[in-house]
């Protein structure tokens, strides 16, 4: 059966996701990211998460080299980091502050955070599955997160 991957796509739109950017370093040792919202949890015991990547990003050799990544969900008011993020800027984090910690690139004001190691990589069509095992994480309750839908950044309602 084929299927239209215009249609496809706009059939998958209608799911609600949250917004993070994903961050390592590259085999230079320099900080890059992308915005994902294929980010997921997996496990409580041990503490996993999941997120994919295109093998066509530009940033898809680096990150299958990374042992270390940092996970950012999103609050409301970031819609601009999640476009940069999502740009094809060859450097996101130009006049960006951010902080090193145990070799990962942590960004400031976000919902919540995790520092995470590789634990698997899994192949998924023209993507590949990152496993990862949360070392450490933080988290903001005074905040609400920022959310996509049908190709549109949106808000939660209390």
Same mark, same amino acid.
């Given at each position: 059966?084929?299927?239209?991957? %215009?249609?496809?796509? !706009? &059939?998958?739109?209608?799911?609600?996701? $949250? #917004?993070?950017?994903?961050? &390592?370093? *590259?085999?230079?040792?320099? /900080?890059? +990211?992308?915005?994902? @919202?294929?980010? @997921?949890?997996?496990? =409580? *015991? /041990? /503490?996993?998460? =999941?997120?994919?990547?295109?093998?066509?990003?530009?940033?898809?050799?680096?990150?299958?080299? &990374?042992? %270390?990544?940092?996970?950012? #969900?999103?609050?409301?008011?970031?819609? !601009?980091?999640?476009?940069?993020?999502?740009?094809?800027?060859?450097?996101?984090?130009? @006049?960006?502050?951010?902080?090193? %910690? *145990? $070799? #990962? /690139?942590?960004?400031?004001?976000?919902?919540?955070?995790?520092?995470?190691?590789?634990?698997? #990589?899994?192949?998924? +069509?023209?993507?590949?599955?990152?496993?990862?095992?949360?070392?450490?994480?933080?988290?903001?309750?005074? %905040?609400?997160?920022?959310?996509?839908?049908?190709?549109?950044?949106?808000?939660?309602?209390?």
């Amino acid at each position: 059966m084929d299927i239209d991957q %215009k249609q496809f796509r !706009e &059939a998958l739109g209608q799911f609600v996701t $949250g #917004i993070t950017v994903i961050t &390592a370093l *590259d085999q230079d040792h320099l /900080p890059l +990211g992308f915005t994902a @919202n294929s980010f @997921n949890s997996v496990s =409580l *015991d /041990p /503490p996993l998460v =999941l997120w994919s990547l295109a093998r066509s990003a530009s940033t898809y050799r680096d990150f299958m080299a &990374a042992e %270390k990544f940092g996970v950012h #969900i999103l609050a409301e008011d970031q819609i !601009e980091l999640s476009k940069r993020f999502a740009s094809t800027s060859d450097n996101r984090f130009q @006049n960006l502050e951010y902080a090193l %910690k *145990d $070799g #990962i /690139p942590m960004l400031n004001g976000c919902l919540a955070r995790f520092e995470c190691s590789l634990e698997h #990589i899994y192949a998924g +069509g023209d993507h590949s599955i990152f496993v990862a095992r949360v070392q450490r994480f933080d988290h903001n309750s005074d %905040k609400q997160a920022l959310v996509y839908h049908r190709g549109n950044y949106g808000r939660l309602k209390d």
